[in-house]
């Protein structure tokens, strides 16, 4: 019997559903919660499979993942990639790739992080050349954090001044500007295991209930479109679980947000239709991924040691 582990936390609806629908389908698979205390090196982990919900608020977790993962767990989503991934960096990586994405630039942080004073900063120029930034990114605009989530510390600029008294307020978080796009429909679609995509018309200027009740819908155009879009984004970034936003200005979709290696998945919050398609999906690919039994990854430079000492020489 091949074994599901799913690690979360404060969730509610998603993880007890979810073991339950794979313990109720007719596989050799099976899912339970975690349980884990003090890990040491020699660990092994009992999982064929853990997914990961929550390691991006839990460190431990996260180290606790890699481990699994050199024992060969398969750890949806990768914790390698997940640790070394930024947003600015995302965005960068679908731009070079023709995905239309936000301008975008990246700040210093307003005040200098724990343990660093001005003599840290010698390579920086000072004062930032803001009016070029500011040319180029243009108002409105969206200042918000390189790397995060759940919409903290976001904040939608109209001018100079507005940025500069936002900009004052984020300590020493790594922000980005970004051109905001001024859209007429806006989609937030999960995409799982790569290849299987939801489309969800989402209104972000609703209150947070309504998010899901947009008076907008996809063309069949623009939902192969996205479609399509998700899986490149996805299948670049190495995400098994994830949700990918889109903002639709003049008809072109430009990708937002797609860094949600942990995505919302609550039964109140995506309402139940939603709900029923992570659902199903989730436990489809985890099952797949449980069958398909352990195995250690082999795309890092330290795979080659694990196969022993004489591939470790080449
Ligand atoms: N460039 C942008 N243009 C239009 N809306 C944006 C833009 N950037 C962010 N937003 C809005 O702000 C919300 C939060 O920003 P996002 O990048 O998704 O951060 P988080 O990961 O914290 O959710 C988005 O859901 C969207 O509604
Ligand atoms: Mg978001």
Redesign the pocket.
Known sequence: MKKVGLLFGMEQTFPPALVAEINGRDVDVSAEFVRIGGVTLEELFEYDVILDRISQDVPYYRSMLKLASLNGVRVVNNPFWWSADD?FFNYALAGKAGIPV?KTALLPSKQHPPDTTAESFRNLKFPLNWEEIFDYIGFP??L??HD???????Y?VHSIEEFFEAYSETEDIVMTL??????TE?Y?CYCIGKKHVHIMP?E??NPHHLRYKADFAPSPAMLDTLRDLCIRICTMLGYDFNTV?F?VRDGIP?A??Y??PAPDAERTSIQEDNFEWVLKHAADFLIEQALLGRAVPEEYSWSRFLRGPAAAKQ
């Open positions: 947003k936000p605009a969206y918000k954090p995060g989530g759940g919409w903290k510390n976001v939608k970004q051109e905001s796009i001024e859209f806006y937030r989402y972000p200027r936003e903002a430009y937002i947000d860094m949600n």
